[in-house]
């Protein structure tokens, strides 16, 4: 069965401190993963999107990893802010432009 | 460019009702998704549109629920009559291609709630 897990399921963390959200997979064939951000009552933003040959993507302060062989994929945010409370949702995509599996989310709250 | 435009933004019925839903893509996008988020939960897919064409329904309770693009434009999902597990949040999402590497550009979405 396809699916997305991610975890933690929620985060609190200090403003100006890393953290690190992790997602694994087991979609198969594989396409491409994505990593959205979605604040509350909005919808999701996409941060980055990941082919099976990339193992690294940068956007501003967050930077994804894949490990296709793991199936494995990890966003990291460095030097939080405020406006990083959102929740951030991993996407797999397998058959060429379909089948996008969502993951729940991870919650994340950044405290002044 | 103006993002993906959705309304209502709010809607509450009664179970049993009908409710609509509408979306504009962004202009020149040909493919469209609907989407179906239950609160604490990821975006369920309920259709994809190229064009004006069905790609993808197979999650759509086709029992209840029905959509159409018309002139492979603005989308309308139509759910009758709704049930109390329908209550959620409706996001129209559309991209440039059938998806491939392309990014998925969200609305803000309906949230529908049901009595």
């Known amino acids: 069965k396809n699916q997305v897990e991610q975890s933690p399921q929620s985060l609190i963390i200090l403003e100006g401190k890393n953290c690190t959200l992790q997602?694994?997979?087991?979609?198969?064939?594989?396409?491409?993963l994505r990593w959205y951000k979605q604040d509350t009552g909005r919808g999701p933003v996409s941060l980055t999107i990941?082919?099976?040959?990339?193992n690294t993507k940068s956007n501003g302060r967050y930077t994804a990893t894949l490990d296709a062989d793991t199936k494995q994929s990890s966003l990291h945010i460095t030097a939080s802010q405020l406006s990083d409370s959102a929740s951030y949702i991993c996407?797999?995509?397998?058959?060429?432009?379909?089948?996008?599996?969502f993951g729940p989310g991870t919650r994340l709250s950044v405290l002044p | 460019e103006a993002g993906v435009a959705q309304s209502p933004r709010y809607k509450i019925i009664e179970k049993r009702q009908s409710v609509a839903f509408w979306c504009n893509p962004i202009?020149?996008?040909?493919?469209l998704y609907w989407y179906q988020q239950i609160l604490g939960q990821g975006p369920k897919l309920l259709i994809q549109?190229?064009?004006?064409?069905?790609?993808?329904d197979s999650q759509l309770p086709k029992d209840r629920f029905s959509a159409e693009r018309l002139k492979g434009v603005d989308s309308t999902l139509k759910i009758q009559p709704a049930k109390l597990e329908d209550s959620a949040v409706y996001l129209c999402?559309?991209?440039?291609?059938?998806?491939?590497?392309?990014?998925?550009?969200f609305g803000d979405g309906t949230r529908l709630s049901i009595l």
């Open positions: 999402a559309s991209s440039r291609a059938g998806g491939g590497n392309q990014p998925q550009h």
């Open positions: 997602c694994n997979y087991t979609v198969s064939p594989f396409s491409n």
């Open positions: 990941m082919t099976f040959s990339e």
């Open positions: 996407v797999v995509s397998g058959n060429y432009g379909q089948n996008f599996v």
């Open positions: 202009s020149g996008h040909a493919t």
């Open positions: 549109f190229q064009n004006n064409g069905v790609v993808d």
